[in-house]
């Protein structure tokens, strides 16, 4: 398994499919449909929770349990203000980037469907060329091109309605996978070709395997913070992406040095539980599998502090997909690193036991 393609026909099309549908923070169960889809055919059953997560299982019955997760919700905006004029005023549903947001197309989604909307910004002529205002949450607006509010609201939008970009996934130079979103769609897609190997390379693992897809990671770990109680993991190996510090205007310094196509990234934090992390070192070191490696101090941001910080203590890792340009519409990220994250995955779970504890003390 260590060198041979992973990603094929039939699992790119189920990942062009997942990223193309819209899966807000909050509104993620069409999108965990598509993935369940997916999954079904490499899992025993589904765990599905009130607010929609997601959780493909293999060997229910099993006491040790093992979780692999990623999130499926992405950034998106909430429309907060209407004025006479009919143009709209945003607030952020995760860390949407006001700075990227003049001049997009926008889908707001309505009980009636779709409404099309751009935001507008100021023509260069018109600027004070002195004083230069950047895009802010407080200054960039939607023109859905209605002529007042009354319209607006003829048109089923109104204050709550949720608001996505409507980029689709492109291949960039035959091995660069380019989408919104992919912040952790490719998580979620990752973890199901986890389970799609495992099946089709006739594994049988020890322990039962919850193939997590949380909701709400993007305002703060709350789809993993639920579903860590109702599953109460012994061990969970989270993936996220991380940035690419490579490209212009961003501080190695700061930010250390992890780059696109250089391999999965491995983490250092408080909430990373040592021995496990060093089982996935181990196993990429014996199966020559390219890492990079970072540090996080305090928390790593990730679902991997809600796993780890739960039901008293969860033995929890992360490995991440390096990213370019997050929280864009035109994330980016390299195929083999894709692969090198699932072989990873699979990997380290061929290489834990069942009932290991990964106690400093034994
Ligand atoms: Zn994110």
Redesign the pocket.
Known sequence: MSKEKIINKKSLEFLEKYLNNPSPTGYEWEGQKIWMDYVKPHVDEFITDTYGTAVGVINPKAKYKVVIEGHSDE?SWYVNYITDEGLLYVIRN??SDHQIAPSKWVDIHTKKGIVKGVFGWPAIHTRNKAKEEPPKLDNIFIDIGAKDKKEVEKMGVHVGCVITYPDQFQILNKDKFVCRAL??RMGGFMIAEVARLLKENKKELPFGLYITNSVQE?IGLRGAEMITQTIKPNVAIVTDVCHDTTTPMINKKTEGETKIGDGPVISYAPAVQNKLRERILETAESHKIPFQRNASSRYTGTDTDAFAYSNGGVASALISLPLRY??TTVETVHKDDVENVIRLIYETLLNIKEGETFSYFD
């Open positions: 950034i995760g860390g912040d952790n993007e997050m929280h």
